[in-house]
């Protein structure tokens, strides 16, 4: 079975499960079994179906068994445990990935001692060297190039490989993960590099005891220590989200940390900053190739021909609701990182990650572990500048102005270090000066925001951090090995972790409101909607679910939201917004009457008066449509663009004079195709076939409609045509010439 039948296989079956399925997740691991090593799992698997059978058997018996909760939990914890290891031994034996290379060669050296797997702290291979490494004062450093260096960078890389390869942690790696957490055997960054390799097993391989070595970690370990224990335990909450409710233990820990006004608030920071890093491009597509054309189809074919949208410049206050800037500002406090020095990158857009991509190619991100490395002014790739004939003086002030820098995550920091070295010299001159010019401005603002933000410290490093892990997710050469945690909505708010942890009201409003600023409508809307129950009074909130509707393309309901706000509240906004809404979905003598109250409400609003103008023109009523118009014109005496539908009234009423001056005055500036086939609707009709022929084909010259789209245009006008006058014998007759011409 190939790798990528194999994990989906594998992920139906836990779905399976954790809806109650049971005999169904058994049947699919039955033929997920198949595939694996021979009689490896057949006799787990025929305990689990006998298991569930006799269950079955005495329910339908009517025999009643106190213990039968457990016993049915306990089955799907098995079953759930049984597929992982199935898909472990397939992917091992299958998948050809670098990952199951590793791993294969850790367990060869393991059994060269004898043994098949660590029991013991003391049956690590690489236990003698962490001996002699635990001996050692804590502040002694030796030389990067010194025998005992080298030997201690691979103790962190045998350490990190058997952290993160373990399938199932025992006494041998709780003993290990002790030794890291006590003060003094391991530097902050070495613990924090070990504390990834925690979070990528936990990913790869589910057991419960590796969140809570996560969350030990957390409560227990030093700074940047904790930031990647409690972020690698939100990722693992969030991925196995349909475990959680299986496995009591789990989400009795984590109710007791939510005790914590502390861990609530480190989660709500992990949680914002990991839907930041969310992929912009998708919505961009979405947008383009499912909203917009869904949009466009909706749109009646006069306001294409007459360019009806883009008369007015748009009007910015009326986009979204202008009373709504005081709510933004409300929750400013709760969500710190938008106003910090680099919005764009802390918001998700990720501005240096393009810049970085190509930056990855160094010898050091060869090393699995290093893309998780925190930088600091004491790593060997820093030793490396100090040979370097220009910067090699200023050494210590590049490495302090990198590791103080919040905007900049670690991996690019290293990148940005590494590639120094091949820059010309006034370029290593002149960045030596910019750093050197940064370290003191760097200090000074550290100390002043931690003053003002006790969070500031940890939402750093946290960003960071994250950053890391998208970078290796996106960027890495092993990334087609991972599942992509960071792929999707990442809608970890609707997660049961979240639900257990952050569900105060004020955390859901704050969300949605970051939400509805940065344009995901989407995941706005499910979170404005539980506030209802909250906030019933609130128009502003019936406001915004009514414009997530809209923006979302289901027009009907925001119809619905957009009349609840007017009830508590009507405004302008909200009645043009209904009127726009309702012009839209073809209802449009309702749209009219909407707009003639918006004109009551806002007499001098040219916007309005415009809408309603299009209104009429829709209706056909050219002579009320050509008040509005006029009244556009005198606020606007220098738009062209308003003597478009002008120009077609005039046409429309017969009045061909005045239509011409009109098109005469637009034809000063750049026509459209479809000017040119209304200017050529007005010569047909004044009896000028040669003429209107030529218009017609300089519609089709500009290259803006096709030959479809020009047929389909000419027959929608053909009934206003022939009642102003045109031989309905001639319209075939000149569209075949027309076609004909271009053939």
Request: proline share 3%; charged share 30%; glycine share 4%.
């Amino acid at each position: 079975m190939d790798p990528a039948k194999t994990i989906k296989l594998h992920k139906k079956i836990c779905s399976l499960v954790s809806e109650r399925k049971i005999k169904q997740s058994l049947d699919l691991l039955s033929d997920m079994i198949a595939s694996a090593t021979p009689g490896l799992f057949s006799y787990d698997y025929e305990n689990l179906a006998m298991t569930y059978r006799n269950m079955l058997a005495y329910t339908i018996d009517g025999i009643d068994d106190p213990e039968r909760g457990k016993v049915y939990l306990k089955l799907m914890q098995s079953i759930l445990g049984l597929s992982d290891r199935v898909r472990q031994d397939i992917l091992s034996q299958n998948s050809g990935w670098h990952t199951y290379w590793v791993k294969q060669q850790a367990e060869r050296e393991l059994k060269l001692s004898g043994k098949s797997i660590a029991e013991t702290a003391d049956e690590l291979a690489f236990k003698p060297d962490l001996d002699e490494w635990l001996e050692l004062n804590s502040e002694f450093t030796p030389d990067p190039e010194s025998e005992i260096s080298v030997r201690h960078r691979k103790l962190i890389k045998d350490i990190f490989n058997h952290l993160w390869l373990t399938d199932y942690y025992g006494d041998a790696e709780r003993s290990l993960i002790a030794l890291i957490s006590k003060t003094g055997g391991f530097r902050w960054y070495e613990a924090s590099i070990f504390t990834t390799a925690i979070t990528l097993s936990a990913l790869r391989t589910w057991q419960p005891e590796k969140l809570h070595h996560l969350a030990d970690l957390y409560e227990g370990g030093e700074e940047q220590v904790i930031e990647r224990a409690l972020s690698g335990l939100i990722l693992n909450l969030h991925y196995y989200n349909n475990r959680l409710l299986i496995y009591p233990e789990i989400t009795e820990r984590f109710r007791a940390l939510a005790s914590s006004g502390r861990f609530r608030e480190h989660c709500r920071i992990i949680v914002l900053q990991t839907i930041r890093s969310r992929e912009t491009e998708g919505l961009s597509r979405k947008m383009h190739n499912e909203i917009l054309p869904k949009v466009a189809k909706l749109k009646p074919m006069i306001e294409d021909k007459l360019d009806l949208e883009n008369i007015l410049p748009r009007d910015q206050n009326e986009e979204r609701n202008p009373g709504w800037s005081d709510m933004f500002s409300e929750s400013e406090d709760i969500f710190r990182t938008m106003e910090e020095l680099t919005k764009l990158q802390m918001e998700g857009a990720d501005v240096y990650m393009s810049a970085f991509a190509n930056l990855k190619h160094f010898d050091f991100f060869k090393d699995f572990q290093n893309w998780f490395a925190p930088f600091h002014p004491d790593h060997e790739a820093v030793n490396e500048i100090f040979r370097d004939e220009i910067l090699g003086p200023g050494t210590n002030e590049l490495a302090e102005a990198l590791y103080k820098t919040p905007f900049i995550c670690n991996s690019d920091k290293f990148s940005l270090l590494l590639n120094l070295r091949h820059l010309p010299s006034a370029q290593k001159s002149m960045m030596l000066k910019v750093f050197r010019m940064e370290l003191d401005g760097l200090q000074q603002m550290n100390e002043e925001e931690n003053l003002t933000d006790p969070y500031r410290s940890f939402r750093t490093n946290v960003t960071q951090y994250l950053q890391d892990l998208y970078r290796f997710f996106k960027l890495s050469p092993y990334k087609k090995e991972f599942e992509d945690i960071f792929k999707g909505r990442l809608d970890i708010y609707n997660s049961q972790f979240f639900r257990m942890t952050c569900d105060a009201a004020e955390s859901e409003a704050g969300l949605a409101d970051y939400f509805f600023s940065k344009n995901f409508y989407e995941d706005a809307l499910p979170l404005f909607l539980r506030q209802l129950k909250l906030k019933s009074g609130e128009s502003q909130l019936f406001e915004k679910i009514g414009y997530c509707y809209q923006e979302t393309g289901d027009y009907e309901e925001a119809l619905v939201y957009y009349r609840r706000a007017e009830l508590i509240d009507r405004n302008p906004w909200t009645v043009k917004k209904t009127g726009w809404l309702l012009r839209r979905l073809g209802r449009t003598e309702e749209a009219l009457e909407t707009y003639l109250q918006a004109c009551a409400m806002e007499p001098g609003n040219i916007h309005t008066v415009m809408m309603t103008a299009h209104c009429y023109l829709d209706l056909r009523d050219y002579e009320n449509a050509l008040k509005y118009y006029f009244r556009v014109e005198y606020n606007d005496p220098g738009n062209i663009k308003i003597l478009r539908p002008i120009s077609f009234c005039y046409f429309a009423l017969g009045r061909f004079e005045e239509s011409e001056k009109y098109y005469d005055r637009l034809s000063e500036g750049k026509l459209t195709a479809y000017d040119f086939i209304n200017i050529g609707h007005l010569a047909l009709c004044r009896g000028r076939k040669k003429e209107a022929v030529e218009y017609y084909r300089k519609s089709l010259m500009t290259g803006e409609i096709t030959s479809d789209k020009f047929i389909e245009v000419f027959n929608d006008d053909s009934e206003l045509l022939i009642r102003l006058g045109v031989d309905s014998d001639d319209l075939p007759i000149i569209t075949d010439f027309i076609l004909f011409s271009f053939s």
